[in-house]
């Protein structure tokens, strides 16, 4: 059976920051086939939610579908409703997948609520910036903080809202979704838009 993602969308979730995660899911799929590894599921607490962008989505599942038996990992996309308390569940799973060494992801307001939790007091970690995230009173990570796109650090993986694609690229890496080549071409072709990136990356090994 494969394993399963999580990619939580929230009401108001950033469409932009999760193009690149929902591609490289699907062509994990197209890819291997039968020998693909996962399954992406979109999930919130409701079925119908909308983007920031305006695009409306029916996820998957609900929270309490999901099956913590087979998950694999859970990402978190950002938008503008994490302080509202209905999130409080989604963040509750995801600091317990993370005791169980579980690959938890978040990106942009993400990191915001997961710093609220206390989460990021522990791992290496960024955001949108260290005064972003200072705005939590649970938040006492400075001496972790790191100022760039993307960091992953054991199982959590954290990013920039201007970091989509590094984000990608870590989720990729940390579930060894292709191999080391595929996902180094992926990124510098989405980097540069230079054509021998993409050449490289149909030959290399999936």
């Known amino acids: 059976m494969k394993k399963i993602i999580y ?3 929230l009401d108001s979730f950033a469409d932009w920051e999760i193009g690149h995660i929902l591609s490289v899911f699907k062509m994990e799929e197209d890819l291997k086939k039968e020998n693909s590894k996962y399954k992406l599921k979109t999930v919130n607490t409701t079925k119908t939610v909308e983007s920031l962008g305006g695009l409306k989505v029916t996820c998957d ?3 309490d579908d999901i099956d913590f038996e087979n998950i694999a990992g859970l990402i978190l996309s950002g938008g ?3 302080e509202n308390p209905k999130q409080e569940k989604i963040l509750d799973i995801a600091e317990d997948l993370i005791k169980k060494d579980i690959m938890v992801a978040g990106i942009c307001g993400a990191t915001l609520a997961l710093s609220k939790k206390g ?3 522990n791992y290496l970690h960024t955001s949108n ?3 972003y995230l200072k705005m939590s009173p649970k938040y006492s990570g400075t001496n972790k903080y ?3 796109l993307c960091v992953s650090n054991l199982n959590l993986i954290t990013a920039s809202s201007a970091g989509s694609l590094e984000f990608t690229k870590e989720i990729m890496k940390q579930l060894n979704l ?3 080549d595929f996902i180094e071409n992926f ?3 989405f980097k540069t838009g230079k054509l021998d990136y993409y050449n490289s990356m149909i030959k290399s090994k999936f």
């Open 61 to 63: 599942c609900t929270l």
């Open 80 to 82: 503008k409703t994490w």
């Open 146 to 148: 790191i100022d760039t």
């Open 187 to 189: 990124y510098n072709y």
């Open 119 to 121: 989460i990021l007091n």
């Open 178 to 180: 292709f191999s080391k």
């Open 129 to 131: 910036s260290i005064d």
């Open 7 to 9: 990619l939580y969308l």
